[in-house]
């Protein structure tokens, strides 16, 4: 009685592995036969046509049977602007890298390191999240920095690039965004009436970031924290190196206090803003609209 109720339990599991088989005989790979050619040229066409899961898969099959030769290079590189379409910034990240430590003297290797820098450039959560939370001193600007130093390895590396020109410009705009980011710091220690770390703050946009158009208002802060900290010798010096370099700056402050200072920065200050300030494309587009082939990468 055990024997046959055993065979009768079996039976179904028997039968139904036969189906799943029969299945996975009718969904064999239709790529399984394709040449690295044709895996490349089907992921290239599925790219163009911005189907970037789809390219993803096939570059992935691309790498996985043909690790080597020209189609598998230039498929690694498309497969990280892939990602980075598909806002997958860990694994264009990733993509970059790989492509970075395997082919360290490719020609190519300027793309990837600005395709790199366009992923930390566009990372909301590192270069516009810091700009949107409550407390200031929270906010983290370590993409900002990763694709300032990324930008200025492929300018120092690649000067004849096609790409360093865009990544000055981007190198001009991050300076001024960390520089923004640190004054904006500063002032949320002055107003909660922690001055020590305001003057800290302050120090290090006029040390690190001279020429930013913030450095004269990291230059009020300084002033005013060391007022408030009953320091008055250390604010008169800041007040004759503000008087010498930024004359009138004082008046015009206290003129338009009811106003923002960031409002008075974009509307009224001229000053430093031609040596480094938001860049200039040549035309009306904003600047992430400026970046070369719209980030495409290039074929051979």
């Not at 910034?89 to 190519?108: G, Q, V, W, Y």
């Not at 001193?137 to 300018?155: I, K, M, N, W, Y």
């Not at 020429?211 to 010798?233: C, F, M, N, Q, V």
């Not at 923002?260 to 587009?285: L, R, Y």
Request: glycine content about 4%; aromatic content about 12%; some cysteine.
């Amino acid at each position: 009685m055990k024997t046959r109720l055993s065979t009768l339990l079996f039976f179904p599991i028997l039968l139904s592995q036969m189906i799943l088989l029969g299945c996975a005989s009718l969904e064999e790979d239709p790529t399984a036969n394709w040449s690295a050619e044709e895996l490349y040229t089907n992921a290239k066409g599925r790219l163009d046509d911005k189907f970037y899961e789809q390219s993803v898969q096939l570059y992935k099959s691309l790498d996985l049977r043909y690790p080597y030769g020209l189609f598998a290079e230039q498929g690694k590189i498309d497969i990280a602007y892939a990602y980075w379409r598909m806002d997958d910034n860990t694994s264009a990240l990733i993509a970059c890298d790989r492509f970075i430590r395997e082919h360290p003297d490719h020609k190519n290797l300027d793309y990837i390191m600005y395709l790199k820098a366009l992923v930390f450039f566009n990372d909301d959560k590192g270069l516009f999240g810091m700009f949107l939370s409550k407390n200031l001193a929270e906010r983290d600007p370590g993409s900002t920095r990763q694709a300032f130093d990324t930008l200025r390895v492929l300018v120092n590396r690649f000067p004849e690039s096609k790409y360093a020109e865009d990544a000055q410009l981007r190198m001009v705009y991050l300076v001024n965004t960390l520089a923004e980011h640190e004054t904006s710091v500063a002032e949320y220690y002055y107003r909660r009436g922690a001055y020590v770390a305001s003057i800290n703050r302050a120090q290090a946009v006029i040390e690190t970031y001279p020429k930013a158009p913030h450095t004269p208002r990291a230059l009020e802060i300084l002033a005013s924290s060391y007022e408030k900290s009953g320091l008055p010798d250390s604010k008169i010096k800041i007040d004759t190196v503000m008087n010498l370099n930024f004359p009138g700056l004082r008046a015009a402050i206290e003129e338009n206090a009811d106003s923002a200072w960031w409002d008075f920065w974009s509307n009224k200050t001229e000053i430093v803003e031609t040596e480094i300030s938001e860049p200039d494309t040549g035309s009306s587009q904003s600047w992430w609209k400026f970046w070369v082939d719209d980030g495409k990468p290039p074929q051979d």
